[in-house]
């Protein structure tokens, strides 16, 4: 592993970070108890006081030093990921008890987030991105902006080094859903090396291994210990490692039931088991062994209550023992290392963050050619489709009647692709925005304002392509400015509607969920469009709806477009009253619509669009998705 041998060699003097300079955390807890509400009722009220439920139980005297590479072991619900989100300042729902320090400072959740690494049991990463490009907009975002480019990129090649990432640096990413990529092991590293890039005093990880082979488990754990040994401090949760892993931990914290049962050095846990009567065999990998005793077994109650005094009779085996006293078996910090803990504010300008996102989601939009490609084709091939149904419409009542239809199906149709399309896009990247602004790698209104420039480009050109085969193909007003309102309208109607997936995905993540408040939404005001209901005739509790549809002014304005002032040619002599049936003017004032004005039409759309962009705003700065 390079990582041992080779220092880096980026020091810099003007500024704080620089990986010889790492200012390593020991970590402290002090009567840490961490414990939950439980609510009873169907539907929890915020104002009603729950049942409190311990989860971890007085976790005092523990002293994690700085540069040590430690495991949290356990059973299942044992607590493991509750110590480990806790002392990562990640436990916003849970009620914390004690102190936490690093260096000998009590820190609190706000400041241990921004000076601490966390990677998460999933790996949070653009699929269509290279590993390379994920660590150089990592470290783009991250490394302080003190650091020049050239500087930031060799940073990125140090690490891409250290974590052994050579050979897929330029391979993309991908992901479960068929985009092939990077294998598992290589896929944690590089949620590491993100994580590296701010430098972390502690790196935190949630099973790191889990889902890995055993030999690329090993070598994950070896690379964990390298970085330790760079005056990091790991702590990551493990479940049942191998021997030959759970040997490289400098030490070992074991939980059952939110009690210690033993932390210490890892080459002491045998004995002290041993002590209270508990051999390991030699030919038993130890962690098994371990995690067997603390295990309460509820096979029958008569092993159960043989397994809960077992572990009754461990954890007070601990408490006694000179291991849980303080000090006691572990190195303390020096001087130099207890210095008052300074958190890192955000690295980059506000524009820098905005221009830099822009540019990451152009290439995730286009790379992703399965939604690229299926957003292009689905446009061309809807425009022939609903081109080739109302070919070359005739300038009579039927022809009439069915320029009204086309328009219906034009405005509800396509954008009810394009929130599809939207949803499936904002899904996946939305995690990633969770993941990353936890992190404070961005501001949410800074990835709100990129989001919403680099699609745009997209609504304006397949409504382009849309208009200019549906346009010419069906025969309306040949006119070019007739098309270009046509075109412009259809731009309107797509951007709300692409506002409307983005405003969905921002309030509920996950496709499901999204696509589900789309379509209810898409149905209420699609059926207010004027086609299929006239709006005049609504019930007035309902009468609302065409107001804020934006099918209804979507609809409007093509009416409008296609029939104010055109007149077809009537078959009847020219005072007949059946001519009435083809003086555009009377076409539209048999429709009823809210209004014939083309231009208040769009506008009224760029207001519903800009409802939804606030909406969606608001819910990405202020709904917050803990990433998992
Ligand atoms: N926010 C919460 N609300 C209610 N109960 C919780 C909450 N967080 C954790 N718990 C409970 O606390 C216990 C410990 O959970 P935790 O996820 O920390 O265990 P774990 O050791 O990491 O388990 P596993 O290895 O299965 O992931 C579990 O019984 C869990 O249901």
Request: net charge neutral; with cysteine.
């Amino acid at each position: 592993m390079t990582i041992l041998n080779e220092k880096s060699n980026f020091n810099d003097d003007s500024t704080r970070l620089s990986w010889t300079k790492t200012q390593s955390f020991e970590v402290e807890l002090r009567n840490l108890t961490v414990s939950c509400e439980i609510k009873s009722g169907l539907v929890p009220l915020p104002w009603v006081k729950g049942e409190k439920k311990e989860i971890l139980k007085q976790i005092d005297s523990l002293r994690v030093p700085a540069g040590s590479f430690l495991a949290i072991l356990g059973t299942s619900g044992s607590g493991k990921t509750t110590l480990l989100n806790t002392i990562s300042g990640r436990s916003e729902e849970l009620i914390v008890e004690g102190d936490i320090l690093f260096n000998g400072h009590k820190v609190f959740p706000e400041e241990i987030r921004k000076s601490v690494g966390y990677v998460l049991q999933s790996d949070q990463l653009l699929p269509t991105l290279t590993v390379r490009e994920t660590l150089q907009y990592a470290g783009l975002l991250r490394l302080p902006n003190t650091f020049t480019k050239a500087r930031k990129m060799e940073i990125v090649e140090e690490i891409i080094g250290e974590l052994a990432l050579r050979d897929c640096a330029n391979r993309q990413i991908g992901n479960s859903a068929g985009k092939r990529g990077i294998s598992g092991g290589e896929l944690r590293r590089v949620s590491i090396g993100v994580q590296m890039l701010s430098n972390p005093g502690v790196l935190y990880l949630d099973e790191p291994s889990s889902g890995l082979d055993s030999f690329t488990a090993h070598n994950l754990v070896e690379t964990l210990l390298s970085l330790s040994r760079l005056n990091k401090t790991v702590i990551c949760t493990i479940h049942q490692p191998r021997a030959d892993i759970f040997k490289l931990f400098d030490y070992v914290l074991l939980l059952s039931k939110g009690n210690v049962v033993y932390y210490g050095p890892t080459t002491g846990i045998v004995d002290h088991f041993a002590a209270l009567g508990y051999e390991c065999p030699y030919d038993v990998n130890p962690a098994d062994f371990f995690l067997d005793l603390i295990t309460i077994n509820s096979q029958n109650e008569k092993v159960e209550q043989e397994s809960t005094e077992r572990l009754g009779q461990l954890i007070e085996g601990y408490k006694e023992s000179l291991l849980s006293k303080p000090s006691i078996g572990l190195a303390s910090s020096s001087a130099e290392e207890m210095k008052r803990f300074v958190p890192e504010s955000r690295n980059t300008s506000f524009l820098y963050q905005v221009l830099l996102l822009i540019k990451r989601s152009f290439q995730h939009i286009i790379r992703d050619k399965s939604l690229f490609m299926a957003r292009l084709v689905e446009t061309i091939l809807m425009a022939l489709i609903t081109g080739g149904i109302f070919y070359n419409l005739e300038q009579d009542i039927g022809g009439i009647k069915s320029r009204i239809a086309a328009f219906y199906i034009v405005v509800i149709l396509q954008p009810y692709l394009i929130i599809i399309a939207t949803i499936l896009h904002y899904s996946e990247e939305l995690r990633v925005f969770d993941r990353e602004h936890y992190d404070g790698m961005y501001s949410s209104v800074a990835y709100w304002c990129a989001s919403k420039a680099s699609n745009l480009p997209f609504e304006i050109i397949t409504s382009f392509i849309f208009s200019s085969i549906f346009y010419w193909m069906a025969n309306l007003r040949p006119t070019l400015v007739a098309f270009l309102w046509f075109y412009l309208v259809l731009t309107l109607v797509q951007y709300a509607s692409a506002s409307m997936g983005h405003m969905s995905s921002s309030i509920i993540r996950g496709f499901a969920g999204a696509s589900l408040m789309a379509n209810l939404t898409m149905t209420f005001i699609g059926i207010s469009s004027g086609y299929l209901i006239n709006p005049a005739t609504f019930p007035f509790y309902l009468d609302w709806i065409s107001y804020v549809s934006m099918y209804a002014y979507a609809f409007s304005a093509l009416s409008a477009n296609e029939f104010l002032g055109n007149n077809y040619p009537c078959p009847y002599p020219p005072d007949d009253i059946q001519c009435a049936l083809y003086q555009g003017d009377q076409i539209l004032s048999r429709l009823e619509l809210r209004s014939n004005d083309i231009g208040f039409n769009c506008i009224i759309l760029l207001v519903i669009a800009t409802f939804f962009n606030t909406v969606s705003f608001l819910a990405l700065r202020f709904i917050k998705y803990k990433p998992k």
